[in-house]
């Protein structure tokens, strides 16, 4: 049988335990109470068998063996009873623990590495992972490089395609420099 303290003062599960622990700490308790239900139903079982034993011996008259089935049937009766006990005492325990589960999960605290160094970043202006903050004008800096960068891939890639913008050919007008740079739009009709 499992052996479990019980400390009347206890007010629940043991320091710095876990939810999943206190949960495992239930369970060893409720193994412990069917090992003691069970040893309770063999001792009453025991109980009754020497009870018939003690009436059979008395109706063949056979006093001596009545008097040694009746001790052996008080013996079986105590440890019934004092299981009985124990076993309601553990129930009484599993109750209560029962009720403590939830408190002890919420005790459990939980701390996502990520998500506060994340926190700590952003309280200190970063971005998170390390990027400058939205404010910060080394985030201005670096949208800018970013955007620079985006227009240049962006120009290979078309040169590569072939979709690049040809110049025109010297002599030719070019419409839209030439109207969109022009304030006066009557001069640059052709």
Do not use: C
Not at 148 to 163: F, H, I, S
């Amino acid at each position: 049988m499992i052996e479990i303290p019980d400390d009347p003062g206890d007010a629940g599960f043991p320091l710095g335990m876990s939810a999943a622990e206190a949960k495992e700490y239930v369970f060893h308790h409720i193994t412990t109470l069917k090992l003691t239900e069970k040893d309770r139903d063999e001792a009453a079982a025991g109980y009754i068998k020497w009870m018939e034993r003690v009436e059979l011996a008395r109706s063949r008259g056979a006093g001596d063996l009545a008097a040694e089935a009746e001790k052996e049937a008080e013996r079986l009766a105590r440890r019934r009873d004092s299981l009985e006990a124990e076993a309601a005492r553990l129930a009484e325990r599993i109750a209560f623990l029962r009720r403590q589960l939830p408190g002890a999960a919420a005790r459990e605290r939980s701390v996502d590495p990520d998500l506060l160094e994340e926190e700590l970043r952003i309280l200190l202006g970063e971005g998170p992972y390390g990027n400058p903050g939205e404010g910060s004008s080394a985030a201005k800096a670096e949208r800018g490089f970013e955007a620079l960068n985006a227009d240049a891939a962006l120009e290979a890639l078309k040169a590569k395609m072939g979709l690049a913008p040809k110049p025109a050919p010297e002599g030719i007008l070019n419409l839209t420099t030439d109207l969109t740079d022009s304030t006066d739009e009557d001069d640059n009709i052709v």
